[in-house]
């Protein structure tokens, strides 16, 4: 639902300050009252881009300027229920590289005092505001190598940049964790998406080289800490599973795909005190009946055996998913917990 809050949050930017605020203090309420209707025990806020246009042209497209002069435009697509950047963005190629490395190493300084003074902050006041109600999560301590074509090809063409990129956003990371410490914040979701139902979409020796010894960073903090942080990617990770929960000793696991073979069963298996974060299959949420639904999540709580397992939709729950499947997902957990398991 990440992108309709981008565009609702756009429409309210257009509306003037006064109903963004009104905006902004209304998801909190928001996602209060759903998350207490559903009866969950965590809770966590949106994912939000506060995209503050300019001027809207029509009710679909904005017009963003940027820092730089330049401008953006951003479009809402109703088909798919996508707030896109349709033109504005910066054409990246690998010959960038060297000079996104020195930019990383100049803003360094700033993005740490950023992390520090900013990292935690709404969780903790939320935190607050809940008490012992719910236990508040929040997200940071985030590492990628990328998603594009340019940004595959680079730890290749550019490895030392890459390098000195992966460098920074890793002590920024750092002080994230640090800083939601700090504020009392017990959980973290991080992560990185790396992967589709196929499998990784590097290989695990890029992964090892540019990847794992940040991923081992992040654990070992956490762990001093006293966080439990929650590594994160959808799709088929059986290829850097060992590396992530048994090296590195990732204590969460989130985004895990059922429909990618990610499994509480197979993962219990093979890492028995990995916490798995949620593991119903997205795709059958949207798609089968309430029935299916219940069904489903009983063998998922099963398999589980009632421990180390936070039940609940392996990733979002997509655009057109019938309430009744989500109410029949908790059910089943309901259910489960009353069998005393």
């Known amino acids: 639902g990440g992108p309709g809050l981008w565009y609702a949050e756009a429409v309210a930017w257009s509306n003037g300050p006064s109903s963004w605020k009104e905006f902004d203090a209304q998801i909190t309420i928001d996602i209060i009252d759903l998350h207490r209707a559903l009866e969950l025990d965590v809770?966590?806020?949106?994912?939000?881009?506060?995209?503050?246009?300019?001027?809207?042209?029509?009710?679909?497209?904005?017009?963003?300027?940027?820092?730089?002069?330049?401008?953006?435009?951003?479009?809402?697509?109703?088909?798919?229920?996508?707030?896109?950047?349709?033109?504005?963005?910066?054409?990246?190629?690998?010959?960038?590289w060297r000079e996104r490395a020195r930019k990383a190493e100049k803003e360094l300084e700033g993005r740490i005092a950023c992390a520090?003074?900013?990292?935690?902050?709404?969780?903790?006041?939320?935190?607050?505001?809940?008490?012992?109600?719910?236990?508040?999560?929040?997200?940071?301590?985030?590492?990628?190598?990328?998603?594009?074509?340019?940004?595959?090809?680079?730890?290749?063409?550019?490895?030392?940049?890459?390098?000195?990129?992966?460098?920074?956003?890793?002590?920024?990371?750092l002080a994230e964790l640090d800083a939601i410490a700090a504020r009392g914040i017990k959980v973290v979701l991080g992560g990185g998406d790396m992967a589709d139902k196929n499998g990784t979409i590097y290989s695990p020796e890029l992964f090892r080289r540019f990847m794992l010894p940040g991923w081992k960073r992040i654990a070992e903090r956490s762990r001093e800490l006293g966080l439990h942080y929650v590594w994160r990617s959808d799709g088929?990770?059986?290829?850097?599973?060992?590396?992530?929960?048994?090296?590195?000793?990732?204590?969460?696991?989130?985004?895990?795909?059922?429909?990618?073979?990610?499994?509480?069963?197979?993962v219990r298996e093979r890492y028995p005190d990995l916490i798995v974060w949620s593991n119903v299959s997205g795709d059958l949420l949207r798609r089968a009946t309430d029935e299916k639904v219940y069904r489903h999540c009983m063998e998922l709580l099963a398999a589980s055996e009632g421990r180390r397992y936070f039940h609940g939709c392996s990733n979002t729950i997509l655009p057109g998913t019938p309430p009744e499947n989500v109410v029949a997902m908790m059910r089943a957990r309901e259910k489960f917990r009353g069998l005393g398991i």
Request: glycine letters at 8%.
């Open 116 to 173: 520090e003074m900013n990292a935690g902050a709404p969780e903790a006041v939320l935190q607050q505001r809940l008490g012992d109600e719910m236990l508040v999560a929040a997200t940071g301590g985030m590492l990628s190598l990328g998603l594009n074509a340019e940004e595959l090809m680079a730890p290749l063409l550019e490895p030392a940049a890459v390098e000195v990129i992966l460098d920074c956003d890793l002590e920024v990371a």
């Open 236 to 266: 088929n990770l059986w290829e850097v599973s060992d590396m992530l929960f048994a090296e590195a000793g990732m204590q969460g696991f989130g985004e895990a795909d059922y429909d990618a073979s990610m499994t509480i069963d197979r």
């Open 43 to 96: 809770i966590r806020f949106p994912w939000r881009n506060n995209i503050k246009p300019a001027r809207q042209i029509d009710e679909c497209i904005f017009e963003r300027s940027l820092d730089d002069g330049g401008e953006e435009i951003w479009r809402w697509d109703d088909v798919t229920l996508n707030f896109i950047r349709v033109s504005g963005a910066e054409s990246q190629t690998v010959d960038h």
